[in-house]
């Protein structure tokens, strides 16, 4: 599976950008999602993941409610919507993906994930 993520760029606080994860070479429909970020000098931490079916999903605490994602098995694609953005939310994004067996599982480690994208930096300015 090759994964292209966009959508990062330069935003104000409190503003919101959409990013965007393009899947290729598998059945797209076979896998769970997840968006990772990593912020300069800090480790790679979990952002969201859904799962198979799209019936299930998990957000970072630090996210919660500002964070949507989700997945369109018609377009191939995984979006991370990001409103009221902060300036810690300052990262490059990764979206991830994994061959699910199981149609509702979620995964939030980042060592459960098989394909990786190249990364979108976000940059939030106070």
């Known amino acids: 599976v090759q994964l292209q993520a966009s959508g990062g760029g330069l935003v104000q606080a409190g503003g919101s950008l959409r990013l965007s994860c393009a899947a290729s070479g598998r059945p797209f429909n076979q896998y769970r999602w997840g968006w990772f970020r990593q912020a300069p000098g800090k480790e790679r931490e979990f952002v969201a993941a859904i799962s198979r079916n799209n019936y299930n999903t998990r957000y970072a605490d630090a996210v919660k409610g500002r964070f949507t994602i989700s997945k369109d098995n018609y377009r191939n694609t995984v979006a991370l919507q990001m409103n009221s953005l902060k300036s810690e939310d300052t990262a490059v994004y990764y979206c991830?993906?994994?061959?699910?067996?199981?149609?509702?599982?979620?995964?939030?480690?980042?060592?459960?994930?098989?394909?990786w994208g190249q990364g979108t930096l976000v940059t939030v300015s106070s």
């Open positions: 991830a993906s994994k061959y699910a067996r199981r149609m509702e599982v979620v995964d939030t480690s980042p060592n459960e994930y098989e394909y």
